[in-house]
T-cell receptor, first 111, second 113 residues
Framework: EDQVTQSPEALRLQEGESSSLNCSYT??????LFWYRQDPGKGPEFLFT???AGEEKEKERLKATLTKKESFLHITAPKPEDSATYLC????????????FGQGTILTVHP | GAGVSQSPSNKVTEKGKDVELRCDPI?????LYWYRQSLGQGLEFLIY????????KSGLPSDRFSAERTGGSVSTLTIQRTQQEDSAVYLC???????????FGEGSRLTVL
């Protein structure tokens, strides 16, 4: 059975304090690893797709990386507006949109 | 609007009643997904529609759950004889083709008393 596990469950940072979120996966025939951001009361918002080990993607203060067993979301010099739940997910079946999500990491950035 | 629209945003119902949740996907998106998000369970896939193909219903938790998509656009998720464990946020998403870049609506929060 496909599994996606995220750690830590919650992370509290001071503004400007860089850190990383982890996503480990057990998926047969990985066909991509997705990162989403979710704000309270909203649906998830797509951030990145990574397809192969060694791949990196960047967007503003976020950088996602992928190895054969896990993915990291690095947050550099975070701001309070980066506070959200970050979700990673892997596709199963024939559709890339049929995703198995991790439980998420709740990130809080204090000013 | 240009995004995925869901209604109602909140629904409170009594145990045993039927409920219908509606999703208007982004115009032109051929694929539509329903997910459920509840405390302690995270986001769970329910059902997937792609064009005119038969839907993938593999995530529906019981036969009380059903969904249809009319005219390749609007979708309705129906839960019959609701139970307290059905309380959750039901999220709809759409995308073009079979992409994993899903565009989610804001969800319908269902509370079963």
């Amino acid at each position: 059975e496909d599994q996606v596990t995220q750690s830590p469950e919650a992370l509290r940072l001071q503004e400007g304090e860089s850190s990383s979120l982890n996503c480990s996966y057990t998926v047969s025939g990985l066909r991509g690893l997705f990162w989403y951001r979710q704000d309270p009361g909203k649906g998830p918002e797509f951030l990145f797709t990574l397809y192969s080990a060694g791949e990196e993607k960047e967007k503003e203060r976020l950088k996602a990386t992928l190895t054969k067993k896990e993915s990291f979301l690095h947050i550099t010099a975070p701001k309070p507006e980066d506070s959200a739940t970050y979700l990673c997910a892997a596709p199963g079946g024939t559709s890339y949109g049929k995703l198995t999500f991790g439980q998420g990491t709740i990130l809080t950035v204090h000013p | 609007g240009a995004g995925v629209s869901q209604s109602p945003s909140n629904k409170v119902t009594e145990k045993g009643k039927d409920v219908e949740l509606r999703c208007d996907p982004i115009s032109g998106h051929t694929a539509l997904y329903w997910y459920r998000q509840s405390l302690g369970q995270g986001l769970e896939f329910l059902i997937y529609f792609q064009g005119n193909s038969a839907p993938d219903k593999s995530g529906l938790p019981s036969d009380r759950f059903s969904a249809e998509r009319t005219g390749g656009s609007v979708s309705t998720l129906t839960i019959q004889r609701t139970q307290q464990e059905d309380s959750a946020v039901y999220l709809c998403a759409s995308t073009s083709g079979s992409s994993g870049e899903l565009f989610f609506g804001e969800g319908s929060r269902l509370t079963v008393l």
